[in-house]
């Protein structure tokens, strides 16, 4: 399978994602009122980022260490899909269509760098650290760099996917002290069968609303569609490809002293 390097994505000029996602916050105080919403730039924050991980990577080299790489597999016939593997990734990639939750599974844990492993799933609903998926992780990250408070704070959370939409609101709604901090924040789900009556209370009562359409009225804060999320999905799977490459190498060592501790055992 073709393989791109990471240095080379991140160097690629990086467009917006499959799953379009969009944050807005109410403001937090009540003696004044915003005319307009204070924009988030995610490029800008996806950018300092991925400079984190571009030095990151560069003193991981330079202790001697392999060059991590991104392989992908493309599972579906998605127009959008396949934009988000060119644009992401800018590689010449084998691309093999088989079972969605077949080919997830039965990609290691530790290389999952989309975070959609049964394994890492679990581990996330558990609060234990895990590989997240991109685009949570990237709201996620907008949310603490911006220094948005949600700790008992309402949050609406518009979409149910396995991919956005739960692991969000994961993230947001589980404890702060835990191994793999949460927001502490009460959460709310809505979805194409919640009765638009509901999700306008729901909405109104909202201190955060995370969606796929851009708010930018009565929003004390927002991410702007294209530029907003997007470019922090895209920073957040670079981050997470150096984070497996640390961890597959260790755990490599390991079995190599394990064999060689083995071996003079039974000498």
Known sequence: MAATSLMSALAARLLQPAHSCSLRLRPFHLAAVRNEAVVISGRKLAQQIKQEVRQEVEEWVASGNKRPHLSVILVGENPASHSYVLNKTRAAADVEHIDERRICNAVS?????DGFH???????????????????????EIIKRTGIPTLGKNVVVAGR??????????????????????????????????????????????????SAAGVRQKAGYITPVPGGVGPMTVAMLMKNTIIAAKKVLRLEEREVLKSKELGVATN
Not at 109 to 113: C, H, L, S, Y
Not at 122 to 130: E, F, H, K, P, T
Not at 180 to 209: C, F, M, N, W
């Open 109 to 113: 844990p530790d290389k999952d760098v």
């Open 118 to 140: 049964v394994i890492n799933v679990g581990r996330m609903c558990l609060d234990q650290y895990s590989m997240l998926p991109a685009t949570p992780w990237g709201v996620w």
């Open 161 to 210: 996917s396995k991919n956005v939409g739960m692991p969000i609101a994961m993230l947001l709604h589980t404890d702060g002290a835990h191994e793999r901090p949460g927001g502490d924040a009460t959460v709310t789900i809505s979805h194409r069968y919640t009765p638009k009556e509901q999700l306008k209370k729901h909405t109104i009562l909202a201190d955060i609303v995370i």
